[in-house]
């Protein structure tokens, strides 16, 4: 059973324009949230992360809002350029536990 | 810092040998490494997390005698593929755990790409 459900599959969005990507999770026990950007041929980059402490956290153009009561948590990524044209993928562990991964987003940013 | 390194990068070897692929710590002690596989277009599956000097511990669906585990130093954790044949085929990347660092940091590696013909 998945238990971090991500959409969409695929997004396209303009330069310029903002990208939204969608978690969900189930465990209750989870408190460690992160978003990888993965390019083609190339391992998992730390992109941004958050704790259920705070609703939001921002890293230049990256923002993470999170909604505890919703299970939710989402990846803005204002002002979109093509270079982060890539496959974005959220997770979510608790303590010492293993990550357990979204299945992906690829995101493509139009010129 | 937080540099994770993989050798080979590519490897295509042929049907029924084994590879060993090496997963590097460069700049920090990792007290857990982990093995991931992953298809074109899908998410990373987690094949085995290995803690240095113990033996690894595989998911369900695994085989353990087929991919090989060796954590033999904070900095290096090795997977070999045992008699590999085309369906191993996919691209691997290890990640590690920082020692003295928030539990749920992990830092991959750049992946290495299996082709066994």
């Known amino acids: 059973q998945q238990q971090v459900k991500q959409s969409p599959q695929s997004l396209i969005v303009q330069k310029g324009g903002i990208s939204i990507i969608n978690c969900a999770y189930e465990n209750t026990a989870f408190d460690y949230f992160p978003w990888y950007q993965q390019f083609p041929g190339k391992g998992p980059a730390l992109l941004i992360a958050i704790r259920p402490d705070v609703s939001e956290k921002k890293e230049g153009r990256f923002t993470i809002s999170f909604n505890k009561s919703a299970k939710q948590f989402s990846l803005h990524i204002m002002d979109s350029q093509p270079g982060d044209s890539a496959t974005y993928f959220c997770?979510?562990?608790?303590?010492?536990?293993?990550?357990?991964f979204g299945k992906g987003t690829m995101l493509l940013v139009s010129p | 810092g937080a540099v994770v390194s993989q050798h080979p990068s590519r490897v295509i070897c042929k049907s029924g040998t084994s590879v060993k692929i090496e997963c590097r710590s460069l700049d920090f002690q990792a007290t857990t490494m982990f093995w991931y596989r992953q298809f074109p277009k899908q998410s990373l599956m987690l094949m085995a997390t290995?803690?240095?000097?113990?033996?690894?511990?595989?998911e369900q669906g695994v085989e353990k005698d087929k991919f090989l585990i060796n954590h033999a130093s904070l900095t290096l954790s090795t997977l070999t593929v045992t008699s590999a044949h085309p369906e191993d085929s996919s691209f691997y990347i290890c990640s590690a755990r920082r020692r003295q660092a928030t539990p749920d940091t992990q830092y991959f590696g750049p992946g290495t790409r299996l082709t066994v013909l």
């Open positions: 290995s803690n240095e000097g113990s033996k690894a511990t595989y």
């Open positions: 997770a979510a562990s608790s303590g010492y536990s293993t990550l357990t």
